[in-house]
């Protein structure tokens, strides 16, 4: 460890100030239950993943989300693995100390457990990621086995989860109802027990989230799913305002800037400039030089017999 580093060697953990800190993998997450809470981002390219690693982000998942805060989709069904993969390569290319998650898109992991493992792989092999993530529950058991028996580790995901938004009816709120709360504690611990080393819980009542929480001995990184959990994730996106003005925020997000209005307004003003000429300055464009070096130093070449200038 280099002089002033404040890593734990066990978890991998490290702050913002110690930006040469190891990776964190999906065993160091893990092990971080109880001792701190997690915080984690998507993210879908490199200088944005580089911003985010820097600030301390323990986890950067390049989520199916890409599908509708970067291509404007409706929902996440349309991503395509080739997509994700790239952008994974990209996040984990940036990254330096957060553990990289690819999200396997739709039907990329629904048919069988072999069609799940090469397509886990390829976030691994071609993406640089260090574990995938899956949605669902009982159903998903026989690919998050296959998957683990490659070597990759898989976080599960509970509660709302987007690629069953046709099923579900609508993005809503999982888990309100006692029996649905029973039932995604039940498939909490299946999963815990097929070997998943976190799990997020999407849009899950607090008191639900907290007691799934309590259950299993995994993290639980909750996205509108209450304080309870031992981490949080949001999209990255909602949590900087990158959005197109009049987009509904989903009340779960904490907005922590307004980089949508900083680009609306800097755009403003440039076109402003350009169509005043005000942009570009000299200072921001080029000068020929006063004499050419070719005039100015003739080269003979005697010896050859050759004569140039
Ligand atoms: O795709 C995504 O961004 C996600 C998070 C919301 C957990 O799955």
């Known amino acids: 460890m280099t002089k002033g580093q404040t890593t734990s060697l066990a978890t991998g953990a490290s702050s913002p100030e110690t930006p040469n800190a190891p990776r964190l993998t999906a065993p160091a997450l893990r092990a971080l239950k109880g001792r701190r809470k997690i915080a984690a981002l998507t993210a879908y390219d490199a200088p944005t993943a580089a911003l985010l690693d820097a600030a301390g982000v323990d986890l950067l ?35 330096k100390r957060a553990l990289v998650v690819g999200d396997l898109p739709y039907l990329t992991y629904h048919t069988t457990p072999e069609e799940a493992v090469r397509n886990a792989a390829r976030f691994v092999v071609e993406g640089g990621c260090r574990a995938v993530k899956l949605e669902g529950g009982v159903q998903r058991l026989p690919m998050i086995r296959a998957i683990l028996s490659a ?7 509970l509660g709302l989860t987007p690629q069953s938004v046709n099923a579900l009816g609508g993005f809503k709120v999982q888990g ?23 799990l997020v819980l999407e849009c899950v009542p607090a008191d639900v989230a907290a007691r799934i929480t309590e259950a299993i001995p995994v993290p639980t990184i909750g996205i509108g799913a209450g304080a309870g959990c031992d981490g949080q994730i949001l999209v990255f996106h909602d949590l ?14 904490r907005r922590y800037a307004d980089v949508g209005e900083i680009v609306r307004k800097a755009a403003a003003d440039y076109v402003a400039d350009v169509r005043s000429g005000s942009f570009p300055s000299e200072a921001e464009s080029f ?23």
């Open 240 to 253: 900087v305002g990158l959005t197109v003005p009049g987009a509904r925020t989903p009340r779960f997000v």
């Open 151 to 157: 070597e990759i580790p898989v976080m599960g995901h």
């Open 61 to 95: 998942l390049v989520g199916d989300s890409i599908e509708m805060v970067v291509y404007g989709a409706p929902d996440t069904l349309g991503a395509t693995l080739d997509r994700m993969v790239a952008h994974a390569k990209a996040v984990s290319g940036a990254a």
């Open 287 to 309: 000068a020929s030089d006063p004499v050419d070096p070719a005039d100015a130093a003739p080269v003979v070449l005697y010896a050859a017999g050759v004569q140039r200038r």
């Open 176 to 198: 309100r109802r006692a029996t649905e709360a029973r039932r995604l504690l039940d498939e909490a611990k299946k999963l815990v027990d097929a070997g998943i080393f976190a």
